[in-house]
């Protein structure tokens, strides 16, 4: 088996490393082993792979037998994977797909994600993930590991009482998270300028009492001015409110003048639990319906 640096050296030797695409390769394998093993990767599974780059990580997935789906952007990257790996891309046990993974379909098998990604896709990806895991039409996923910036691990987790905001409110309807080891930036090639951290996401798959996509709304409506009370800022419609089936603007009007005098409107974002926004959103949508 190549080992992680000799792959990344054979990338290097072949391009340089492009920073517009966030390319950091992690080049322990020890690292690698354990990314693996965290994601409890076994030979049944599915895996699908964003940003393999050299295909270190690839390499060690493909080692437990499972079937692998990498997407890469990087036309340099795929050429050289399409080499190193021949023959497991001959034997069907890898498919590389070239092109953009946040705009291209995927398989409709995954079982497990497992990557290290460019830091700078993190949110959108995980939107995708939770499309595609909530898509009916798709095996739903078992979990999600991925390598992350720490901070960003920690505002998804919400760690601490400051990192509490949308983006781990929203990821807590679908998601249970928690956060693995940490990985300092020695171990990169070339070395990013933050710590880094392994990420995990298990699906719950609990259902709310109202409709996801107003709860997912509602949080961020009222996290874009996480200082000001939910009385300031639900007192206008949210931007994409017409995505939703049965919302519009005079629709949310109705219902918020109808609780303009709830006390839960005079509290900040931060003070609520998930719970209590999925109280607000059927409250929220029941009194629109009795007005």
């Not at 190549?2 to 792959?7: D, T």
């Not at 206008?236 to 931007?239: E, G, L, N, W």
């Given at each position: 088996?190549?080992?992680?640096?000799?792959?990344?050296?054979a990338?290097?030797?072949?391009?340089?490393?492009?920073k517009?695409?966030?390319q950091?390769f992690?080049?322990?394998?020890?690292?690698?082993?354990?990314?693996?093993a965290?994601?409890?990767?076994?030979?049944?599974?599915?895996?699908?792979?964003?940003?393999?780059?050299?295909?270190?990580?690839?390499?060690?997935?493909?080692?437990?037998?499972?079937?692998?789906?990498?997407?890469?952007?990087?036309?340099?990257?795929?050429?050289?994977?399409?080499?190193?790996?021949?023959t497991?891309?001959?034997?069907?046990?890898?498919?590389l797909?070239?092109?953009?993974?946040?705009?291209?379909?995927?398989?409709?098998?995954?079982?497990?994600?497992?990557?290290?990604?460019?830091?700078q896709?993190?949110?959108?990806?995980?939107d995708?993930?939770?499309?595609?895991?909530?898509?009916?039409?798709?095996?739903?996923?078992?979990?999600?590991?991925?390598l992350?910036?720490?901070e960003?691990?920690?505002?998804?987790?919400m760690?601490?009482?400051?990192?509490?905001?949308?983006?781990?409110?929203v990821?807590a309807l679908?998601?249970?998270?928690?956060?693995?080891?940490?990985?300092?930036?020695?171990?990169?090639?070339?070395?990013?300028?933050?710590?880094?951290?392994?990420?995990?996401?298990?699906?719950?798959?609990?259902?709310?009492?109202?409709?996801?996509?107003?709860l997912?709304?509602m949080?961020?409506?009222?996290?874009?001015?996480?200082?000001?009370?939910?009385?300031?800022?639900?007192g206008?419609?949210?931007?994409r409110?017409?995505?939703?089936?049965?919302?519009?603007?005079?629709?949310?009007?109705?219902?918020?003048?109808?609780?303009?005098?709830?006390?839960?409107?005079?509290r900040?974002?931060?003070?609520?639990?998930?719970?209590?926004?999925?109280?607000?959103?059927?409250?929220?949508?029941?009194?629109?319906?009795?007005?």
């Open positions: 088996m190549n080992n992680a640096r000799r792959l990344v050296d990338l290097r030797a072949k391009q340089p490393f492009k517009a695409l966030g950091h992690l080049v322990n394998d020890e690292v690698l082993q354990r990314t693996v965290w994601a409890e990767v076994d030979v049944e599974d599915h895996v699908l792979e964003v940003g393999p780059g050299p295909g270190v990580l690839t390499e060690v997935l493909l080692a437990t037998g499972c079937k692998v789906t990498a997407i890469e952007l990087d036309s340099g990257a795929c050429k050289h994977l399409r080499s190193v790996f021949a497991e891309l001959e034997e069907g046990r890898l498919t797909l070239e092109g953009d993974a946040l705009q291209m379909a995927w398989p409709g098998d995954i079982s497990r994600l497992v990557a290290n990604i460019p830091y896709i993190s949110s959108p990806l995980i995708v993930i939770t499309r595609y895991h909530r898509n009916p039409k798709t095996t739903p996923l078992l979990d999600i590991v991925m992350v910036q720490e960003f691990a920690e505002r998804v987790v760690e601490y009482e400051s990192d509490v905001g949308s983006l781990g409110m990821v679908d998601f249970d998270a928690d956060m693995g080891e940490r990985v300092p930036p020695h171990v990169f090639s070339p070395m990013p300028k933050v710590q880094s951290r392994l990420l995990r996401l298990t699906p719950h798959d609990e259902e709310w009492p109202c409709d996801r996509r107003l997912v709304q949080i961020r409506s009222a996290f874009d001015q996480r200082r000001k009370k939910l009385k300031r800022t639900l206008k419609p949210p931007r409110l017409s995505r939703i089936p049965g919302w519009h603007a005079t629709r949310w009007m109705r219902a918020y003048n109808a609780m303009a005098h709830d006390p839960r409107l005079q900040r974002p931060e003070t609520f639990e998930l719970e209590e926004w999925a109280d607000l959103g059927v409250d929220f949508a029941s009194c629109e319906e009795e007005a």
